[in-house]
């Protein structure tokens, strides 16, 4: 009895333990190797948006903007690229570099006509009745698009019955075709796998992705892209676990070499746009880039219900929008090396020295150490103060970064 008393207690230690590092999974295997450049840069950080701002962002994901299967070719070889033709425009204007999201089959194309879709009936979450007909439509998008697109990205979350009725064989099947075709038109097109979902942590697109890579479908893919999403009780922190059970998947199939990027990710808040969402945006990116996600893919820019960041009506810029430029004035050209838990409190080491410091709820006294010697706090409001003669500080939900000498 006295055995099993101190298994359980030690147990205990562990879990409730005051200090403990985060060591992501992928790092172990991958981002210790000393010739990969671990150094953010503005590539990182991309978007979802039909409108554009002060805002900054690189890489510019074309989910909800018009220009699905349905939206490009309404009737059979009736092409409509007026609205793509826009987008691709706006993006080499601006420097932003596309990913276009493809599949969600126009109803005449449908295997099943009569699934329901919630962008309407022109629009069906179904395979195609005819693989030659979902090959048409990549060699055409890719032919006129050739050299100004360089990202493919098979289908939006098929784990979901909105977006995807059917086997995974079948997906396999057309992540295929489109792999072979895409390349033979560029070989340098990429393409990343269908993005399952990771709604507030539910692992279900995880078991889809291990059944879809167990099929084959890591053949027909560059990159590995996944979702993740957070709200009121499930908090940005539950990444470290479903990023490293992801990475557990991708070892098992041998393709933990291949990039992984977040292609679509947000928050889903009561209390939406106010100062927690602010501290979500910065939490978020922190612990992606830190876990070893390539990309980062905000969702959205205009859109109200999830990850709002600019209100459009009003011309005006969210708390949480803010929260996203300073975030990447605080990231762009350093280096993640550390992250630890410290009796609650978040401690985020960058290579210039600085700390980010954050709690997953409420808040905590921190005494600076003295051998920091801390001399600004930076707050994701924008603004900064100068440490003078301060022993403590309230950490809280939302992230500060502390300058150090």
């Not at 291990?210 to 940005?236: E, R």
């Amino acid at each position: 009895m006295n055995f099993f008393k101190n298994i359980i207690l030690f147990l205990f230690f562990l879990i409730t333990s005051v200090s403990c590092v985060i060591i992501p999974f992928r790092k172990s295997n991958i981002h210790y190797n000393s010739t990969i450049d671990l150094t953010i840069d503005a590539n990182y950080f991309g978007m979802h948006t039909t409108h554009f701002s002060e805002i900054p962002f690189r890489f510019w994901r074309l989910w909800d903007a018009y220009v699905f299967w349905p939206d490009l070719e309404k009737e059979h070889n009736q092409w409509h690229f007026e609205t793509l033709d826009k987008h691709v425009e706006i993006a080499e204007k601006n420097s932003y570099t596309i990913v276009l999201t493809l599949g969600q089959t126009p109803y005449w194309a449908a295997s099943n006509p009569y699934i329901k879709s919630p962008y309407g009936d022109r629009v069906k979450p179904v395979a195609p009745k005819s693989i030659d007909l979902w090959a048409n439509y990549i060699r055409v998008v890719g032919t006129r698009y050739k050299g100004r697109i360089k990202y493919w990205e098979i289908w939006n979350e098929p784990d979901i019955f909105l977006f995807y009725n059917g086997s995974i064989q079948k997906m396999v099947e057309l992540a295929k075709v489109a792999y072979e075709i895409l390349k033979e038109i560029d070989k340098d097109n990429q393409i990343i796998s269908p993005s399952i979902t990771g709604w507030k942590g539910w692992p279900g697109g995880l078991w889809w992705l291990d059944m879809y890579l167990s099929l084959g479908g890591g053949k027909y893919c560059d990159i590995i892209g996944f979702h993740f999403y957070n709200g009121d009780l499930t908090y940005p922190e539950i990444a470290f676990t479903h990023i490293k059970n992801l990475y557990e998947i991708l070892k098992r199939h041998k393709l933990l070499d291949k990039p992984v990027w977040n292609t679509e990710s947000g928050f889903h808040l009561r209390r939406k746009f106010n100062e927690l969402a602010a501290g979500y945006v910065a939490r978020m990116h922190i612990i992606n880039i830190y876990m070893g996600v390539d990309k980062f893919f905000w969702y959205g820019m205009d859109n109200e219900q999830f990850g709002w960041l600019y209100d459009f009506k009003n011309n005006k810029i969210k708390d949480s929008g803010i929260a996203y430029i300073e975030i990447q004035k605080w990231l762009i050209g350093k280096k993640i090396i550390g992250l630890r838990k410290e009796n609650g409190i978040y401690i985020c080491v960058l290579n210039s020295k600085e700390k980010i410091l954050w709690v997953q709820r409420g808040k905590k006294e921190f005494y600076l150490p003295k051998e920091w010697g801390s001399k600004e706090i930076w707050f994701l409001n924008g603004e900064i103060t100068e440490i003078k003669n301060i022993e403590k500080i309230n950490i809280t939900e939302t992230p500060v970064m502390i300058l150090v000498n």
